[in-house]
């Protein structure tokens, strides 16, 4: 599928990226995969384009929830410190607001990404 449909096989990559790093920190998810498109490439697969979809999955997916990104993981943590030490509870982003708030952008996002690589595949494409 990879060689007969390339974009489709991108934007595979892209949602399947971007919903996992949702669930699970995008930097281990993204170490998992290089190994994966290294063996593609060394098996004569062109993965220049599903470099870029994965690039762009976990960077979108990472917004999808708290956990998706370290950086999430932190603000959390920092706001919901700032929630307790001064009293006011609207100053705490806790995971269920930030997945109301996050998987739209996160969907938004990818509905572009999906757009740009449809579109772009030629220009994205290194032969």
């Avoid at 740009?116 to 494409?125: E, M, V």
């Amino acid at each position: 599928m990879i060689t007969d449909h390339p974009v489709i096989a991108a934007l595979v990559v892209l949602w399947i990226a971007a919903l996992l790093s949702a669930l699970i920190d995008n930097i281990p998810f993204t170490a998992a995969m290089i190994p994966v498109l290294v063996g593609l490439q060394n098996e004569g697969v062109n993965v220049s384009v599903i470099w870029w979809a994965l690039a762009m999955g976990v960077g979108m997916g990472g917004n999808g929830s708290h956990i998706g990104s370290t950086a999430n993981v932190y603000i959390v943590t920092i706001s919901e410190r700032l929630a307790r030490e001064t009293g006011n509870p609207a100053l705490a982003i806790t995971p269920g607001l930030w997945i109301r708030k996050g998987t739209p952008v996160m969907l938004v996002t990818l509905a572009l990404c999906t757009i740009y690589i449809w579109a772009a595949y030629d220009y994205l494409y290194v032969a």
